[in-house]
Protein backbone atom coordinates (compact mmCIF):
# COMPACT_ATOMS: atom_id res chain seq x y z
CA UNK A 1 0.00 0.00 0.00
CA UNK A 2 1.06 3.56 -1.10
CA UNK A 3 0.06 6.67 1.83
CA UNK A 4 -1.10 9.80 0.32
CA UNK A 5 0.59 12.17 1.25
CA UNK A 6 4.26 10.31 -0.57
CA UNK A 7 2.13 9.99 -3.53
CA UNK A 8 0.45 13.45 -3.56
CA UNK A 9 4.49 14.95 -2.92
CA UNK A 10 5.75 12.78 -5.94
CA UNK A 11 2.84 14.42 -8.32
CA UNK A 12 3.42 18.31 -6.99
CA UNK A 13 7.48 17.50 -7.81
CA UNK A 14 6.32 16.28 -11.27
CA UNK A 15 3.67 18.80 -11.85
CA UNK A 16 6.31 21.86 -10.89
CA UNK A 17 8.55 20.20 -13.28
CA UNK A 18 6.53 20.51 -15.53
CA UNK A 19 4.06 23.90 -15.60
CA UNK A 20 6.18 26.90 -14.58
CA UNK A 21 3.68 29.89 -14.64
CA UNK A 22 1.89 29.40 -17.86
CA UNK A 23 1.19 26.65 -20.36
CA UNK A 24 1.22 28.55 -23.80
CA UNK A 25 -0.02 25.86 -25.69
CA UNK A 26 -3.43 24.94 -23.38
CA UNK A 27 -4.01 28.23 -21.57
CA UNK A 28 -4.21 30.52 -24.45
CA UNK A 29 -6.39 28.35 -26.35
CA UNK A 30 -9.14 27.23 -24.06
CA UNK A 31 -10.98 29.32 -21.36
CA UNK A 32 -11.08 28.19 -17.67
CA UNK A 33 -14.55 26.83 -17.49
CA UNK A 34 -14.56 24.39 -20.62
CA UNK A 35 -15.10 20.68 -19.78
CA UNK A 36 -14.44 18.15 -21.48
CA UNK A 37 -14.46 13.93 -21.10
CA UNK A 38 -11.43 11.89 -21.72
CA UNK A 39 -10.20 8.13 -21.67
CA UNK A 40 -7.66 6.06 -20.73
CA UNK A 41 -6.84 3.26 -23.56
CA UNK A 42 -4.38 0.30 -23.27
CA UNK A 43 -2.31 0.24 -26.52
CA UNK A 44 -0.85 -3.70 -25.66
CA UNK A 45 -1.26 -6.16 -23.41
CA UNK A 46 0.30 -6.11 -20.07
CA UNK A 47 -0.83 -5.39 -16.50
CA UNK A 48 -1.96 -1.92 -15.00
CA UNK A 49 -0.52 -0.29 -12.15
CA UNK A 50 -0.79 2.78 -10.88
CA UNK A 51 -4.49 3.40 -12.17
CA UNK A 52 -5.26 6.07 -8.89
CA UNK A 53 -2.18 7.86 -8.86
CA UNK A 54 -3.18 8.64 -12.43
CA UNK A 55 -6.39 9.72 -11.75
CA UNK A 56 -4.61 11.62 -8.61
CA UNK A 57 -3.05 13.74 -10.52
CA UNK A 58 -6.08 15.90 -11.96
CA UNK A 59 -7.70 15.81 -8.93
CA UNK A 60 -4.60 17.93 -7.42
CA UNK A 61 -5.64 20.02 -10.19
CA UNK A 62 -9.00 20.14 -10.64
CA UNK A 63 -11.34 20.06 -7.61
CA UNK A 64 -13.97 19.37 -9.95
CA UNK A 65 -12.90 16.04 -11.58
CA UNK A 66 -14.30 13.15 -11.65
CA UNK A 67 -13.53 9.75 -13.28
CA UNK A 68 -15.02 6.12 -13.71
CA UNK A 69 -11.91 3.54 -13.03
CA UNK A 70 -12.52 0.31 -14.96
CA UNK A 71 -9.78 -1.68 -13.99
CA UNK A 72 -8.12 -1.63 -11.17
CA UNK A 73 -4.70 -2.37 -10.30
CA UNK A 74 -2.97 -5.66 -10.74
CA UNK A 75 -5.88 -6.45 -13.14
CA UNK A 76 -4.81 -7.52 -17.09
CA UNK A 77 -5.33 -5.56 -19.68
CA UNK A 78 -5.62 -6.11 -23.36
CA UNK A 79 -4.87 -3.61 -26.73
CA UNK A 80 -8.43 -1.31 -26.83
CA UNK A 81 -9.11 -1.76 -23.42
CA UNK A 82 -10.55 1.23 -21.80
CA UNK A 83 -8.87 1.50 -18.66
CA UNK A 84 -10.96 4.49 -17.27
CA UNK A 85 -12.83 7.69 -18.05
CA UNK A 86 -12.86 11.24 -17.15
CA UNK A 87 -14.43 14.50 -16.82
CA UNK A 88 -12.74 17.88 -15.44
CA UNK A 89 -11.84 21.32 -17.10
CA UNK A 90 -10.23 20.96 -20.42
CA UNK A 91 -7.15 23.17 -19.14
CA UNK A 92 -6.36 20.67 -16.64
CA UNK A 93 -7.11 17.57 -18.42
CA UNK A 94 -4.53 18.90 -20.86
CA UNK A 95 -2.00 20.06 -17.94
CA UNK A 96 -1.68 16.75 -15.93
CA UNK A 97 -2.04 14.41 -19.07
CA UNK A 98 1.94 13.91 -19.66
CA UNK A 99 2.08 13.32 -15.51
CA UNK A 100 -0.05 11.00 -15.57
CA UNK A 101 0.53 9.05 -18.29
CA UNK A 102 4.37 8.99 -17.27
CA UNK A 103 3.74 7.53 -14.14
CA UNK A 104 0.85 5.03 -15.41
CA UNK A 105 3.00 3.48 -18.05
CA UNK A 106 6.13 3.46 -16.38
CA UNK A 107 4.17 1.57 -13.33
CA UNK A 108 2.18 -0.76 -15.65
CA UNK A 109 5.42 -1.28 -17.73
CA UNK A 110 7.31 -2.64 -14.73
CA UNK A 111 3.89 -5.22 -13.44
CA UNK A 112 3.80 -6.13 -16.74
CA UNK A 113 7.89 -7.01 -16.79
CA UNK A 114 7.49 -8.60 -13.50
CA UNK A 115 4.28 -10.97 -14.35
CA UNK A 116 6.32 -11.95 -17.48
CA UNK A 117 8.71 -13.31 -15.07
CA UNK A 118 6.81 -14.68 -12.94
CA UNK A 119 5.44 -16.69 -15.33
CA UNK A 120 8.29 -17.89 -16.18
CA UNK A 121 8.92 -19.53 -12.97
CA UNK A 122 6.12 -21.58 -13.01
CA UNK A 123 6.18 -25.27 -11.47
CA UNK A 124 9.45 -23.93 -9.26
CA UNK A 125 9.94 -22.44 -5.87
CA UNK A 126 11.79 -19.29 -7.62
CA UNK A 127 10.12 -16.25 -6.12
CA UNK A 128 10.79 -13.32 -8.29
CA UNK A 129 12.17 -10.17 -6.59
CA UNK A 130 13.56 -6.78 -7.12
CA UNK A 131 16.56 -4.83 -5.47
CA UNK A 132 17.39 -1.24 -4.66
CA UNK A 133 18.38 -0.28 -8.78
CA UNK A 134 15.65 2.32 -8.47
CA UNK A 135 14.70 5.74 -9.64
CA UNK A 136 15.37 8.50 -7.34
CA UNK A 137 12.41 9.32 -4.78
CA UNK A 138 10.67 6.93 -6.88
CA UNK A 139 11.34 3.51 -5.25
CA UNK A 140 7.88 2.33 -3.35
CA UNK A 141 6.38 3.27 -6.53
CA UNK A 142 8.13 0.89 -8.43
CA UNK A 143 8.15 -1.69 -5.58
CA UNK A 144 4.14 -1.67 -5.42
CA UNK A 145 4.38 -2.16 -9.31
CA UNK A 146 6.22 -5.15 -8.46
CA UNK A 147 3.74 -6.86 -6.12
CA UNK A 148 1.52 -5.99 -8.64
CA UNK A 149 2.79 -8.30 -11.35
CA UNK A 150 3.35 -11.09 -9.01
CA UNK A 151 6.21 -10.13 -7.68
CA UNK A 152 7.77 -9.82 -4.01
CA UNK A 153 10.31 -6.78 -2.65
CA UNK A 154 13.70 -7.28 -1.57
CA UNK A 155 15.09 -4.63 0.82
CA UNK A 156 13.22 -1.12 0.74
CA UNK A 157 16.53 0.81 2.42
CA UNK A 158 19.90 -0.19 4.12
CA UNK A 159 17.98 -0.70 7.46
CA UNK A 160 16.33 -3.43 6.16
CA UNK A 161 18.50 -6.08 6.20
CA UNK A 162 22.49 -6.27 5.95
CA UNK A 163 23.57 -7.77 2.77
CA UNK A 164 27.69 -8.24 2.55
CA UNK A 165 28.76 -7.70 -1.30
CA UNK A 166 31.74 -8.08 -2.40
CA UNK A 167 33.33 -4.53 -1.40
CA UNK A 168 32.05 -4.90 2.00
CA UNK A 169 33.46 -8.16 2.19
CA UNK A 170 36.73 -7.24 0.36
CA UNK A 171 37.30 -4.40 2.78
CA UNK A 172 36.64 -6.55 5.96
CA UNK A 173 39.18 -9.10 5.39
CA UNK A 174 36.56 -11.68 3.79
CA UNK A 175 33.29 -13.01 4.53
CA UNK A 176 33.86 -14.72 8.27
CA UNK A 177 35.31 -11.36 9.67
CA UNK A 178 32.56 -9.18 8.00
CA UNK A 179 29.74 -11.88 9.13
CA UNK A 180 31.32 -11.77 12.55
CA UNK A 181 31.50 -8.14 12.73
CA UNK A 182 27.95 -7.61 11.71
CA UNK A 183 26.21 -9.82 13.91
CA UNK A 184 27.68 -8.60 16.87
CA UNK A 185 25.52 -5.39 16.30
CA UNK A 186 22.25 -6.53 14.90
CA UNK A 187 18.89 -7.09 16.73
CA UNK A 188 17.05 -10.27 16.40
CA UNK A 189 14.36 -9.33 13.52
CA UNK A 190 17.09 -8.71 11.01
CA UNK A 191 19.20 -11.07 8.81
CA UNK A 192 22.24 -11.29 7.08
CA UNK A 193 22.68 -12.15 3.11
CA UNK A 194 25.95 -12.57 1.96
CA UNK A 195 26.90 -11.98 -1.96
CA UNK A 196 29.55 -14.86 -3.34
CA UNK A 197 31.33 -15.28 -6.48
CA UNK A 198 31.94 -18.94 -6.09
CA UNK A 199 31.40 -21.95 -4.36
CA UNK A 200 34.43 -22.00 -2.00
CA UNK A 201 32.40 -18.44 -0.71
CA UNK A 202 29.25 -20.23 -1.05
CA UNK A 203 30.60 -22.28 1.99
CA UNK A 204 32.09 -19.45 3.36
CA UNK A 205 29.08 -17.76 3.91
CA UNK A 206 27.50 -21.02 5.01
CA UNK A 207 29.95 -21.54 7.71
CA UNK A 208 29.66 -17.90 9.29
CA UNK A 209 25.79 -18.39 9.22
CA UNK A 210 24.17 -15.67 7.14
CA UNK A 211 20.74 -16.54 6.61
CA UNK A 212 20.86 -16.00 2.39
CA UNK A 213 23.38 -16.47 0.83
CA UNK A 214 23.21 -14.68 -2.50
CA UNK A 215 24.90 -16.32 -6.11
CA UNK A 216 25.83 -13.31 -8.55
CA UNK A 217 26.93 -13.74 -11.97
CA UNK A 218 27.35 -17.49 -11.21
CA UNK A 219 27.35 -20.48 -14.20
CA UNK A 220 23.58 -22.64 -13.81
CA UNK A 221 26.34 -25.66 -12.93
CA UNK A 222 27.81 -23.90 -9.74
CA UNK A 223 23.86 -22.53 -9.10
CA UNK A 224 22.90 -26.29 -9.13
CA UNK A 225 25.86 -27.47 -7.24
CA UNK A 226 25.35 -24.41 -4.65
CA UNK A 227 21.17 -25.81 -3.90
CA UNK A 228 23.03 -29.24 -3.28
CA UNK A 229 25.69 -27.58 -0.80
CA UNK A 230 23.54 -25.92 1.03
CA UNK A 231 20.58 -28.43 1.05
CA UNK A 232 18.17 -25.86 3.08
CA UNK A 233 20.24 -24.28 5.39
CA UNK A 234 20.23 -20.59 4.16
CA UNK A 235 17.75 -19.09 1.30
CA UNK A 236 19.86 -18.99 -2.02
CA UNK A 237 19.58 -16.08 -4.27
CA UNK A 238 20.76 -15.75 -7.90
CA UNK A 239 21.22 -12.35 -9.25
CA UNK A 240 23.42 -10.74 -11.76
CA UNK A 241 22.54 -10.47 -15.71
CA UNK A 242 19.31 -12.85 -15.40
CA UNK A 243 16.88 -12.45 -18.33
CA UNK A 244 13.82 -13.57 -19.93
CA UNK A 245 15.47 -15.87 -21.75
CA UNK A 246 17.53 -17.21 -18.74
CA UNK A 247 14.88 -16.96 -16.03
CA UNK A 248 13.25 -20.76 -16.84
CA UNK A 249 17.00 -22.60 -16.10
CA UNK A 250 17.99 -20.33 -13.68
CA UNK A 251 14.95 -21.52 -11.51
CA UNK A 252 15.09 -24.80 -12.78
CA UNK A 253 18.34 -25.11 -10.27
CA UNK A 254 16.45 -24.90 -7.20
CA UNK A 255 17.29 -21.34 -5.49
CA UNK A 256 14.65 -19.74 -3.92
CA UNK A 257 15.35 -16.06 -4.65
CA UNK A 258 15.54 -14.73 -8.30
CA UNK A 259 16.63 -10.83 -7.99
CA UNK A 260 16.32 -8.46 -11.21
CA UNK A 261 17.15 -4.64 -11.17
CA UNK A 262 15.59 -4.70 -14.50
CA UNK A 263 12.62 -4.77 -13.60
CA UNK A 264 12.62 -1.19 -11.93
CA UNK A 265 16.06 0.16 -13.52
CA UNK A 266 15.60 -0.15 -17.17
CA UNK A 267 11.82 -1.40 -18.02
CA UNK A 268 10.10 -0.63 -21.28
CA UNK A 269 7.08 1.69 -19.93
CA UNK A 270 3.47 0.43 -20.98
CA UNK A 271 1.79 2.24 -24.28
CA UNK A 272 -1.74 3.57 -23.17
CA UNK A 273 -3.23 7.06 -24.15
CA UNK A 274 -5.32 9.40 -23.02
CA UNK A 275 -7.97 10.59 -25.51
CA UNK A 276 -10.38 13.20 -25.70
CA UNK A 277 -14.39 12.26 -26.69
CA UNK A 278 -14.62 13.99 -30.01
Request: hydrophobic share 45%; aromatic share 6%.
Amino acid sequence: MLTQFYIDNIIKNAIQEDINYVDVSTDYLFSEDQEDDAYFVAKAEGVLCGIDIALRVFQMLDASFTAEKLIEDGRPVKKGDIIARLHGKTVFLLKGERTALNILQHMSGIATATAQAVKLTAGTKAQITDTRKTLPSLRALQKYAVVCGGGKNHRFNLSDGAMLKDNHIDAAGGIENAVRIVRAHLGHMVKIEVETRDLDEVRQALDSGAEIIMLDNMSLEDMKTAVELVNGRALLEASGNITSETIPQVAATGVDIISMGALTHSVQAFDISMKFKK
